[in-house]
C-alpha cells in the first residue's frame, strides 16, 4: 500500500487516541476458558438483518464449543454509527458490521469493497470475487494498517431505486436529483445526477417534501416497511447504483490475533454461512414485497438489459476516476474489471 493510503487510514483512527480506552484484546474468562466480545452492527434492534447478526454470534459460539461468545449491539447502541470504526481500533469493542462504503471517501478502495455501480448483476458474482479471486485479501489490505481486521463480507442482491418522477432508462436520470452514498455517489454523478449523501433517516422526508427526485435507501422489503411506497410512485430495477452489496465484519487486530485457530476459523466459516443465509431470506422476501408495493399502487419498471450492459461500459471510466491513483483501489478495481469480462458482464 502506499504512503498516501497509509496516511488516509491512520487519519480515520487518529480521534481514538483521544479520550478512547486502551486498546483491548478480548475479555477472557481464563477459569472457564471463554473469550467474550462485543460487537456493534449496523442495524436497528428487531429488524431482519440483526435478526441475522444474532444468529452469526449464536454459530459461532456453537462452532467453538462455547469458547468464544460475541454479544451483538444494535447499530448506535455503544457509539453512533460513524464511530465505530474509530471505536473497534480503539478498543472500545471487538468488533463491528460495517458498510465499507461509509468510508470511501477517505478509503478509496473501500468504494468497491462494499459496492460497484452498474458492477456485478448478481451476489454470487460479487461473492466470488471475494472468495474465489483476491478479493478477501485485498479487503483485509485496506483495514491492516488501521490495526483493524477484515474478517469476512455479508453479500447480498440489489437496492432499488425510488423515484417520484417516472423514469424508463438510463438516460432519463441525467438532471435528477438523488440520494446516494458511497462510490454510487461519484458514478451516479458522472451519469448526470445532483447527488446529496443524505443520511438514510432523512430518505422519506426528502422524497416526500421533493427535495430530491430519486433515492437510495435499502432493500426492497426494508423501504417498504419505512414506508417509501407512500412518497415515490415508482420503483426501479435492476437496483444500478447498487446491484450487489458487501456488508463486512471487521475486528481489532490485536483481539483477533489473541483468538486461537478454532475461533478464527468459527468466525470466517458462520460469516460465510449467515451471508448466503440472509441472501435467500432477502430472495425470497423480494416477490411478496414488491408484490405490497404493486398493491400500494407503486409502478414497478424494469430498465432495459442491453441499456444496463452499456452503462456498465461507461460506469468503467467512473470506476478509475473514483480510484484516483490509489494503488490499493486501482488494484481492488482491475481485478473486478477482469473477472467481469471472463463473467461477459464486460
Not at 126 to 132: L, V
Not at 181 to 195: K, S
Request: hydrophobic share 45%; glycine share 10%; proline share 4%.
Amino acid at each position: 500500500m502506499s504512503n498516501p493510503s497509509r496516511r488516509k487510514l491512520l487519519q480515520i483512527g487518529a480521534a481514538a487516541a483521544i479520550g478512547a480506552p486502551a486498546i483491548l484484546t478480548s475479555t477472557r474468562a481464563s477459569a472457564q476458558g471463554v473469550t467474550e466480545w462485543r460487537m456493534q452492527a449496523l442495524w436497528g434492534g428487531g429488524t431482519t438483518p440483526m435478526i441475522y447478526e444474532e444468529k452469526f454470534c449464536e454459530r459461532v459460539a456453537e462452532l467453538t464449543g462455547g469458547s468464544l461468545k460475541i454479544t451483538p449491539f444494535a447499530g448506535g447502541q455503544i457509539v453512533p454509527s460513524a464511530q465505530a470504526f474509530d471505536a473497534v481500533r480503539g478498543g472500545a469493542f471487538q468488533m463491528m458490521k460495517t458498510f465499507d462504503g461509509y468510508t470511501a471517501g477517505k478509503i478509496p478502495a473501500h468504494g468497491f469493497s462494499s459496492t460497484v455501480p452498474f458492477g456485478f448483476a448478481e451476489a454470487d458474482q460479487y461473492e466470488a470475487w471475494f472468495y474465489e479471486r483476491d478479493g478477501l485479501e485485498l479487503a483485509r489490505e485496506s483495514y491492516a494498517p488501521a490495526g483493524l481486521t477484515y474478517v469476512a463480507p455479508t453479500v447480498y442482491g440489489e437496492e432499488p431505486l425510488h423515484s417520484r418522477v417516472d423514469v424508463r432508462s438510463i438516460a432519463d436520470l441525467d438532471g435528477l436529483k438523488g440520494r446516494f452514498v458511497g462510490l454510487a455517489a461519484a458514478v451516479m454523478g458522472d451519469f448526470g445526477v445532483a447527488v446529496s449523501p443524505l443520511p438514510t433517516s432523512e430518505v422519506y422526508s426528502a422524497l416526500d417534501k421533493g427535495l430530491i427526485d430519486i433515492a437510495d435507501r435499502g432493500d426492497i422489503k426494508a423501504n417498504y416497511e419505512e414506508g417509501l411506497h407512500e412518497v415515490a410512485p415508482y420503483l426501479i430495477l435492476p437496483g444500478v447504483h447498487q446491484p450487489s452489496t458487501a456488508t463486512s465484519y471487521v475486528a481489532n487486530t490485536r483481539a483477533f490475533e489473541a483468538l486461537d485457530d478454532q475461533q478464527k476459523a468459527a468466525l470466517a466459516v458462520a460469516a460465510r454461512e449467515v451471508s448466503g443465509a440472509l441472501r435467500q431470506n432477502i430472495l425470497v422476501a423480494n416477490g411478496e414485497y414488491l408484490q405490497k408495493f404493486r398493491d400500494a399502487g407503486v409502478e414497478i419498471i424494469d430498465f432495459d438489459a442491453d441499456d444496463v450492459s452499456k452503462a456498465r461500459a461507461q460506469a468503467v471510466q467512473s470506476w478509475k476516476k473514483a480510484a484516483d491513483g490509489d494503488a490499493l483501489a486501482t488494484r481492488m478495481m482491475e481485478s473486478q474489471v477482469t473477472l467481469m469480462k471472463e463473467l461477459r458482464l464486460l
